[in-house]
Nanobody, 118 residues
Framework: QVQLIESGGGLVQPGGSLRLSCAASGFAFGGYAMSWYRQAPGKERELLAT????????NYADSVKGRFTISRDNAKNTVYLQMNSLKPEDTAIYYC???????????WGQGTQVTVSS
């Protein structure tokens, strides 16, 4: 059974930090590029960051570049999103996403809520 389980969301004050984790199981994690998306109420889902299967390359949306860092630990089947200098506009549900480098299979997590508010 394929699972992507996000954790680490919550309520944080503006300027604060959070670290999201996404634990994968049921598929060959090391063969998948992983991404983080978010969706705010009334808005489309937004791609934030992607990391290649081996972790050697990353890409970021302009909206989070310099503030967010994606990383992965293939030994733990986990991908992370370190979020610093959080702003109220970062409030959203954050989703983990995996895409097989060769298979093209895709998987989504169930999401974790991040709320940035004073």
């Amino acid at each position: 059974q394929v699972q992507l389980i996000e954790s680490g969301g919550g309520l944080v004050q503006p300027g604060g930090s959070l670290r999201l984790s996404c634990a994968a199981s049921g598929f060959a994690f090391g063969g998948y590029a992983m991404s983080w998306y978010r969706q705010a109420p009334g808005k489309e889902r937004e791609l934030l960051a992607t990391i290649t299967s081996g972790g050697g390359s990353t890409n970021y949306a302009d909206s989070v570049k310099g503030r967010f860092t994606i990383s992965r630990d293939n030994a733990k089947n986990t991908v992370y999103l370190q979020m610093n200098s959080l702003k109220p506009e970062d409030t959203a549900i954050y989703y983990c996403y995996g895409r097989g480098t060769y298979s093209g299979r895709t998987y989504w997590g169930q999401g974790t809520q991040v709320t940035v508010s004073s």
